[in-house]
């Protein structure tokens, strides 16, 4: 944002306010107020740049001030739940875990932020919208208890010098689910047979910690026939045939794989950061990993290698059919008890405004896209892969093919079993107890339908 002042922002406001896209201007205060804020530290510093930026801006056009704190996000998550559990919360926090506004929400325990999301709804994609859509077990009702400012997809990420050290070309890559992941184990055998014998085909996360496994996982039951494990009416379907089956064909997937050396032995206990750090000392060929974070957290400035990766969005399904991916992304909440509930949403009403938000999300390099489609379409900073080979795919998976909420949107049932992980229990069964897959599948669908059995959705 060039040469910006109050007057530019406040004149821009009311410009779209007039055209309908606001629901109220953004008035600087007469005197200042302030906001506590808990923020996401970001993957890469510029993130926090972006941040500290966006504030300082705000505080200049607003009047207002944000007493802000960036933390890491595994202590977020702690400090979070210590903060709503004991009533002395801030005025506004990042989502940390995304799990925690379903949770939250179901309790009753956050502000209803309708009013904020409804002045860039129309322009967002549905899949943010309704990640942000809780139902609350208190009112009976379903409302916006986050405001999403950003979105994200989880896209395969290849090193393209690996392929071709042992043999092959990217064009030879298979565009269907299996076929796509079997390609890399001869890869892996003609890399090992060169003397890099501690290198895997795959880097999937298959352990009980974190996002990662929880992605890994959801795309595998998409891939296999298993989208509508859990559907917008909030009801879960582990007892139809096709889910059982697509639960079953992921473990079996999963595990075999994993047996049989084509997944590092050490990722049955990785964190959300370790199969980058595995990636990038090329412990393996592919990894499927959120966001952009691959790419950006440790090659940015390494120019040769941040163009030998290639990023790629889930190929085609067995069948042959584009395969819907899971969007999740950015958010922040208002925890009820906070103090300064109106200056926690003037801000989060100024994330979200389009050009503001553009700008901040640039400023963290596009690890994260926008919510809304409508601002990279003629944008070549988010389109032209001379200017960075790795966010136009990211960007066409993101905001113009399939993509679904998290199942969480439907029934904060799913929050917990992400928090459980439940079908990374049964993989653990299998591969190290010798438990049969079936087995497995039955024993981690009958404990999903244990816990959605404790979240019953009674909308009028």
Request: aromatic share 10%; net charge negative; charged share 20%.
């Amino acid at each position: 944002m060039d040469n910006l002042t109050r007057r530019s922002v406040l004149g821009s406001s009311l410009a779209l306010a007039a055209a309908g896209t606001l629901a109220r201007p953004y008035i600087a205060n007469a005197a200042a107020t302030t906001a506590e804020v808990w923020w996401v530290q970001g993957f890469v510093p510029e993130e926090d740049t972006a941040f500290r930026k966006l504030v300082a801006e705000y505080q200049k056009v607003s009047g207002n001030k944000i007493e802000y704190s960036i933390v890491p996000f595994a202590p977020l998550r702690q400090k979070i739940i210590s903060a709503i559990t004991s009533g002395v919360v801030p005025d506004l926090t990042s989502v940390s875990p995304v799990e925690v506004v379903p949770l939250q929400a179901w309790e009753g325990r956050l502000v209803d932020v309708t009013d904020v999301v409804e002045t860039q709804k129309a322009k967002m994609v549905p899949a943010a919208l309704a990640n942000a859509y809780c139902y609350n077990n208190v009112e009976k009702r379903r409302s916006f208890y986050s405001v999403p400012h950003s979105a994200s997809v989880t896209p395969f990420h290849v090193w393209k010098s690996l392929v071709e050290k042992a043999g092959y070309k990217m064009s030879d890559i298979p565009k269907t689910w299996d076929a796509f992941i079997d390609f890399f184990i001869p890869v892996e055998k003609k890399l090992q047979e060169q003397g890099m014998r501690h290198t895997y085909a795959t880097g999937f996360v298959v352990s009980t910690v974190g996002n990662d496994p929880n992605s890994t996982f959801g795309q595998f039951l998409i891939a296999y026939g298993g989208l509508d494990i859990v559907t917008p009416d909030g009801k879960f379907h582990g007892a139809d045939e096709h889910v059982q089956e697509a639960v079953i064909k992921s473990l079996e997937k999963l595990s075999t794989l994993y047996k049989d050396g084509h997944i590092p032995t050490s990722s049955i206990n990785w964190n959300d950061a370790d199969d980058n750090n595995a990636f990038h000392s090329k412990l393996c060929v592919m990894d499927f990993d959120g966001t952009l974070s691959t790419e950006l957290a440790m090659l940015r400035k390494q120019k040769d290698e941040y163009n030998d990766v290639i990023t790629m969005p889930p190929p085609l399904d067995n069948n042959g059919k584009k395969m819907v991916t899971q969007l999740g992304g950015a958010a922040t909440m208002i925890p009820k008890g906070a103090k300064n509930i109106a200056v926690a949403k003037e801000f989060q009403k100024y994330l979200i405004q389009p050009e503001i938000n553009i700008d901040f999300l640039k400023g963290g390099l596009g690890r994260f896209l926008p919510a809304m489609p409508e601002l990279v379409k003629n944008d070549p900073w988010w389109t032209d892969p001379t200017r960075d080979p790795h966010v136009p795919p990211y960007v066409e998976q993101g905001l113009f093919s399939p993509t679904k909420p998290d199942y969480f949107a439907y029934n904060p049932a799913w929050a917990q079993v992400r928090s459980e992980h439940p079908f990374h229990i049964a993989f653990h069964d299998i591969v190290t107890g010798g438990m049969p897959v079936k087995e497995g599948a039955a024993k981690a669908l009958k404990r999903v339908e244990a816990i959605f059995a404790k979240y019953p959705i009674q909308e009028a």
